[in-house]
């Protein structure tokens, strides 16, 4: 069956403002969005790029520190809480990342009626404060470390995940799914240097509160800037945005987002599955502790690269195309965890899946924006989107006995079902 991308606009040019806007309801004149002036996106300019660092340092420190979860899993694992299951610990960062999520379901609303400095301050500061409170927790503390990292730090995470990708809207049409796909790299890059950072402080003589100390004052000094960077546009003629209500009704009967968010929960079940025991795994295997260390940096510099050049694959082969390609890739690459042995297979599987994992997740903010048609509840459609990706089970199929064969299909087959809910 052949993939034929659906004939969608997500771009649009000032100088045709007449036509092309009013095809896509996105007319910029005295009723124009809040979030919009009545020119459109500069597509450039210093405070555009501006606003995509300050988003990029929000992926890095946001999502590039759930992915580093894998060195926690680790650790808690063999040795801060080792009474505790595998099965257990990866609740933590299965909360985490399920919180930063589903929390877009009230940062987007939020974005959309014009609060994303409050979101972005507040999020940032609950980052912040997370990891500082985490550095306090003393071993087998579960519970503590539960609610400081899993709940407090998602919830902050959550606030600023979704307006700092919907906030590139503003300030770009043309080249809107380019920048977005190399601010989502901000994840992976950030999945490269806090893996490298926290093995090299947790397993060293520093230790835990002092490592985790260390790594709470570089994230909040990069939090920091990004709130400097950020900027929305100014505007000079606004109507009321459109209410959340609304915003469902409308989602209720686009098939096409219907599917999106479909198959995006699908995928996700599995998603997280290499990311949070890749590093474990190769260890159980009797790969060398100290290259398994770097497991999850060499799947997420590959996820880097994913990222980057997901926006410039998909002007060619369509953004839906490839995001289809990539889940089915990702979908093999998990299954065949069940083959890994040895450091050959560690590199291969992290490379591969890497790659495959960053252009899905640089694409599937720019589709959702593709089938917008009106950008001023882009922020809602976003928490609607997230708000259904499913939290990982992983750990508990997993179980004390380490069977890696049936965590590892289950991830593998519920990630390619989501093909089936694809709209082709």
């Given at each position: 069956m052949s993939i034929v991308q659906p004939r969608v606009r997500d771009t649009f040019v000032p100088h045709e403002k007449s036509n092309a806007l009013e095809e896509l309801g996105h007319v910029h004149s005295s009723n124009s969005s809040p979030l919009f002036s009545e020119f459109g996106p500069p597509d450039g300019g210093f405070g555009a790029w501006a606003t995509a660092f300050g988003c990029f340092l929000i992926q890095f420190c946001g999502f590039g520190y759930v992915s580093s979860f894998g060195v926690y899993q680790d650790f808690y694992t063999r040795i801060y809480l080792?009474?505790?299951?595998?099965?257990?610990?990866?609740?933590?960062?299965?909360?985490?990342?399920?919180l930063t999520d589903n929390v877009t379901l009230i940062s987007g609303p939020l974005y959309d009626r014009g609060w994303f400095y409050q979101l972005m301050i507040v999020g940032s500061a609950l980052q912040s404060l997370s990891l500082f409170m985490l550095s306090l927790a003393k071993p087998d503390q579960f519970y503590l470390i539960f609610m400081v990292q899993g709940v407090l730090s998602g919830i902050g995470m959550g606030l600023t995940y979704g307006p700092c990708m919907a906030v590139i809207s503003q300030h770009f049409s043309k080249r809107r799914t380019l920048v977005m796909s190399v601010v989502a790299s901000g994840s992976p890059l950030g999945a490269i240097i806090h893996p490298i950072m926290l093995n090299h402080l947790l397993n060293g003589t520093v230790g835990f509160a002092r490592g985790v100390r260390a790594s709470a004052g570089f994230v909040s000094a990069l939090l920091l800037i990004a709130c400097l960077c950020m900027r929305t546009r100014a505007l000079s003629t606004s109507k009321p945005t459109t209410s959340y209500s609304a915003a469902v009704r409308k989602c209720s009967r686009d098939v096409f987002f219907i599917l999106i968010t479909a198959g995006s929960t699908l995928f996700q079940?599995?998603?997280?599955?290499?990311?949070?025991y890749l590093q474990l795994d190769s260890i159980k295997h009797g790969v060398?502790?100290?290259?398994?260390?770097?497991?999850?940096?060499?799947m997420n510099a590959a996820c880097v690269i994913g990222r980057c050049t997901a926006g410039i694959f998909a002007v060619y082969t369509g953004a839906l195309n490839f995001t289809i390609a990539s889940t089915v890739a990702c979908s093999a690459l998990i299954i065949s965890m069940i083959a890994l042995s040895d450091i050959?297979?560690?590199v291969v599987l992290g490379l591969a899946y890497g790659y495959f994992s960053g252009a899905y997740i640089a694409l599937m903010v720019p589709l959702v924006t593709v089938f917008t048609p009106d950008l001023s509840e882009l922020g809602a459609r976003f928490g609607i989107c997230f708000a259904f990706t499913g939290g990982p089970i992983s750990g508990a199929l997993l179980s004390s006995q380490y069977r890696w064969w049936i965590p590892s299909l289950f991830s593998g087959v519920s990630s390619f079902a989501c093909t089936c809910a694809a709209p082709f």
């Amino acid at each position: 069956m052949s993939i034929v991308q659906p004939r969608v606009r997500d771009t649009f040019v000032p100088h045709e403002k007449s036509n092309a806007l009013e095809e896509l309801g996105h007319v910029h004149s005295s009723n124009s969005s809040p979030l919009f002036s009545e020119f459109g996106p500069p597509d450039g300019g210093f405070g555009a790029w501006a606003t995509a660092f300050g988003c990029f340092l929000i992926q890095f420190c946001g999502f590039g520190y759930v992915s580093s979860f894998g060195v926690y899993q680790d650790f808690y694992t063999r040795i801060y809480l080792a009474n505790q299951s595998p099965s257990a610990i990866s609740w933590i960062g299965a909360l985490t990342s399920f919180l930063t999520d589903n929390v877009t379901l009230i940062s987007g609303p939020l974005y959309d009626r014009g609060w994303f400095y409050q979101l972005m301050i507040v999020g940032s500061a609950l980052q912040s404060l997370s990891l500082f409170m985490l550095s306090l927790a003393k071993p087998d503390q579960f519970y503590l470390i539960f609610m400081v990292q899993g709940v407090l730090s998602g919830i902050g995470m959550g606030l600023t995940y979704g307006p700092c990708m919907a906030v590139i809207s503003q300030h770009f049409s043309k080249r809107r799914t380019l920048v977005m796909s190399v601010v989502a790299s901000g994840s992976p890059l950030g999945a490269i240097i806090h893996p490298i950072m926290l093995n090299h402080l947790l397993n060293g003589t520093v230790g835990f509160a002092r490592g985790v100390r260390a790594s709470a004052g570089f994230v909040s000094a990069l939090l920091l800037i990004a709130c400097l960077c950020m900027r929305t546009r100014a505007l000079s003629t606004s109507k009321p945005t459109t209410s959340y209500s609304a915003a469902v009704r409308k989602c209720s009967r686009d098939v096409f987002f219907i599917l999106i968010t479909a198959g995006s929960t699908l995928f996700q079940i599995g998603f997280y599955f290499p990311i949070f025991y890749l590093q474990l795994d190769s260890i159980k295997h009797g790969v060398d502790v100290h290259f398994s260390f770097y497991s999850l940096v060499i799947m997420n510099a590959a996820c880097v690269i994913g990222r980057c050049t997901a926006g410039i694959f998909a002007v060619y082969t369509g953004a839906l195309n490839f995001t289809i390609a990539s889940t089915v890739a990702c979908s093999a690459l998990i299954i065949s965890m069940i083959a890994l042995s040895d450091i050959a297979s560690v590199v291969v599987l992290g490379l591969a899946y890497g790659y495959f994992s960053g252009a899905y997740i640089a694409l599937m903010v720019p589709l959702v924006t593709v089938f917008t048609p009106d950008l001023s509840e882009l922020g809602a459609r976003f928490g609607i989107c997230f708000a259904f990706t499913g939290g990982p089970i992983s750990g508990a199929l997993l179980s004390s006995q380490y069977r890696w064969w049936i965590p590892s299909l289950f991830s593998g087959v519920s990630s390619f079902a989501c093909t089936c809910a694809a709209p082709f």
